[in-house]
């Protein structure tokens, strides 16, 4: 008599979080490097100008995110898009189609 395995172990969803987490950090980290050492070094300089700078520089790259991902989304819904024509259709009609001579 065999006995099916528990998954009790959290091991799985850990997985799936961090390949998540890895995406994301893949996608948007050199954003996220640039924006950090802009207000690392606004801090260090006790700089205001440059943490603002390094804030804009944040939201400007979450918003064009947002927006790209806005307009995929509604394009992908719009029936605007043709489907591409099949390779293997032949572009002249058939013999019992074409007009006598």
């Known amino acids: 008599m065999t006995r099916a395995p528990q998954h009790d172990s959290p ?14 950090l ?6 996220l490097l640039a924006s950090g050492a802009l207000a690392g070094l606004g801090a260090a300089l006790r700089n205001p100008w440059l943490i603002a ?5 944040l939201l400007a790259a979450i918003v064009s995110t947002a927006i790209r991902i806005a307009r995929r ?5 719009s029936d605007r898009c043709c489907p591409p024509p099949d390779p293997t259709a032949s572009t002249t009609p ?3 189609k074409r007009e006598p001579r």
Not at 11 to 20: K, W
Not at 53 to 57: F, R
Not at 73 to 77: I, L, N, P, Q, V
């Open 94 to 96: 058939p013999a019992s």
């Open 53 to 57: 700078i390094s804030t804009t520089v």
């Open 26 to 31: 893949c996608c948007a980290g050199p954003v």
């Open 11 to 24: 091991g799985g969803v850990l997985t799936v979080v961090g390949a998540g987490a890895l995406m994301v």
């Open 73 to 77: 989304r509604r394009s992908a819904k």
